[in-house]
């Protein structure tokens, strides 16, 4: 485990890190738990790695204690599970002020997690579709009212159609346009990256309403998948393309991509899956990098700590970042389900409000992956959690609440 405080200083590990390579078995892709051979000590160990600059966000001494309580919470849970790593930030403003690295990026080739470590971040996936959905917006490509047929007069084949149903994308990417949470194609979610748009048309004549378009929330990631799909027509550009161009790059996200190159191939946990028979399993985890199926837009980023964090300090129009116009941000953090105005789903992100503070984020979980974001626009502040496991002791999204809460800004 390691763990930063980022705060103007400097220092390295004793020898008591990294800890002893677990025993691990290969046949089948099952895994043994890791033994718990990590000191006390080692498990509070500070490694502060690198400094703020001058004018930057610092962390308040008195959040410190809480931090160190925090963490030994989260490196006492893997060590419960035995299984995978956790990495958790801190951040503000984009800049992390402190971070968690526990357990194993990759148990049989005994790589420790670390604060660089790669994860596929699940449904968080969504956030980064909708954010791109209000960048064409506000360059006039779409408008948040576009009718979906008509970038995907496709669509017209959905079952169980109500009568006039012509959901917007603005209903699309707030689960608020009926559709059902999955294609009735089977196999839908397999098949290569690069052939995703073909299981997205493949799907969709599988695909029903389950209420007429902005009466409810419903929750849809065909939907969101079909959002994706018709990003890519309306700007005539793939939708991978764009959101490298238009959103990893501008915000130097490097770790992040929808497909991992060879330069990034030593970051990448190995994912851990439990499998009906009880067992672990790295096997199916393994073979999703290669293809999802038409999970590309609702579930198909990877990302780090780091760069979620500037992910959502450029949602915020935060710490020189932003990638929307004042008018567009304040749509996409708005709730815009109609059952509750303070707690629901905006654009993409899933907003709450605890004693009149107002959080906006979300959760993501895969094959052998779960992940959080979550943030707070009226401070800065922001919280991700990163694992490679799909359970475990810690609810990630629980977490990232308490982290968040339990600290005061003035």
């Known amino acids: 485990m390691s763990v930063d405080r980022v705060n103007g200083m400097s220092g390295t590990a004793g020898d008591t890190w990294p800890p002893r390579r677990?025993?691990?078995?290969?046949?089948?892709?099952?895994?043994?738990?890791?033994?718990t051979g990590m000191a006390k000590k080692a498990l509070l160990l500070l490694l502060p790695l690198a400094a703020c600059a001058p004018d930057g966000p610092r962390m308040p001494d008195e959040w410190l204690p809480a931090l160190e309580a925090f963490g030994e919470r989260i490196a006492a849970d893997v060590e419960a599970d035995g299984v995978g790593a956790i990495t958790v930030a801190l951040a503000r403003d984009g800049e992390v002020l402190w971070s968690g690295a526990y357990g194993w990026a990759d148990p049989e080739a005994g790589v420790p997690a670390t604060r660089e470590t790669i994860y596929r971040t699940g449904s968080i996936s969504k956030s980064v579709t909708a954010v791109l959905m209000a960048?064409?917006?506000d360059a006039g490509t779409v408008t948040l009212e576009t009718p979906l047929a008509e970038l995907v007069p496709e669509i017209e084949a959905f079952q169980d159609r109500p009568e006039g149903a012509d959901p917007s994308l603005r209903q699309v990417a707030s689960h608020t346009a009926g559709f059902a949470r999955e294609p009735g194609l089977s196999g839908a979610a397999t098949g290569p990256v690069e052939g995703w748009t073909a299981r997205i048309l493949e799907s969709i004549p599988t695909?029903?309403?389950?209420t007429p378009p902005g009466t409810e929330y419903s929750y849809s990631?065909?939907?969101?998948?079909?959002?994706?799909?018709?990003?890519?027509r309306a700007a005539g550009e793939p939708f991978m393309t764009q959101v490298e161009s238009r959103i990893f790059e501008p915000l130097?996200?490097?770790?992040?991509?929808?497909?991992?190159?060879?330069?990034?191939?030593p970051r990448l946990s190995r994912g851990h899956a439990n499998g009906r028979d009880g067992q672990v399993n790295t096997e199916r985890p393994a073979l999703e990098h290669a293809g999802r199926g038409y999970k590309v837009p609702n579930g198909g980023v990877y990302s780090t700590v780091d760069d979620m964090a500037a992910f959502a300090a450029a949602v915020m129009g935060r710490g020189g970042r932003s990638l929307l116009s004042d008018e567009m941000r304040a749509e996409v953090l708005s709730v815009q389900t109609p059952e509750d105005p303070e707690s629901g789903y905006g654009l993409g992100f899933s907003i709450s409000t605890v004693d009149g503070r107002v959080f906006a984020g979300h959760g993501g979980s895969v094959s052998g992956y779960t992940a959080h974001l979550l943030f707070e626009p009226a401070t800065g502040l922001t919280a991700v959690l990163l694992r490679n496991y799909?359970?475990?002791?810690?609810?990630?999204?629980g977490a990232a609440r308490e982290l968040l809460v339990g600290l005061s800004v003035n």
């Open 135 to 137: 960048i064409l917006a």
């Open 22 to 35: 677990p025993d691990s078995r290969r046949d089948r892709g099952t895994m043994r738990a890791a033994p």
């Open 221 to 232: 990631n065909i939907g969101f998948g079909i959002l994706g799909f018709a990003l890519e």
């Open 390 to 397: 799909n359970r475990g002791q810690t609810s990630l999204g």
């Open 207 to 210: 695909t029903r309403y389950r």
């Open 252 to 265: 130097g996200m490097t770790g992040s991509t929808f497909v991992i190159a060879d330069a990034l191939q």
